[in-house]
């Protein structure tokens, strides 16, 4: 197995990340304040420098004003299409 960071279902994720930021109307360093974090960390996960778990994946959605659910089954569905 390839290192999922360099898969297809990677860019996939961090296609989404970006669109539910830009979604939202929110820089990366405003997302990155809405989750007390630095802001190079929301550049790090954007650009595939560093991985994403299920917890960060629920906080960005809620920091985004999405329903984390519905983000996960979203990008689910996504993830299914890639070969």
Not at 2 to 28: D, F, H, P, V, W
Not at 61 to 74: F, H, Q, T
């Amino acid at each position: 197995m390839n290192k999922t960071i360099y898969s297809r279902q990677s860019e996939c994720l961090r296609k989404k990340l970006i669109e539910m930021r830009e979604g939202a109307g929110l820089t990366q360093r405003q997302l990155a304040v809405k989750l007390h974090r630095e802001h190079s960390l929301i550049s790090r996960l954007e650009l595939g420098e560093r991985r994403l778990d299920v917890v960060e994946l629920f906080w960005m959605s809620k920091a985004c004003g999405l329903k984390p659910d519905l983000v996960a089954s979203d990008l689910m569905k996504e993830l299914e299409k890639i070969p």
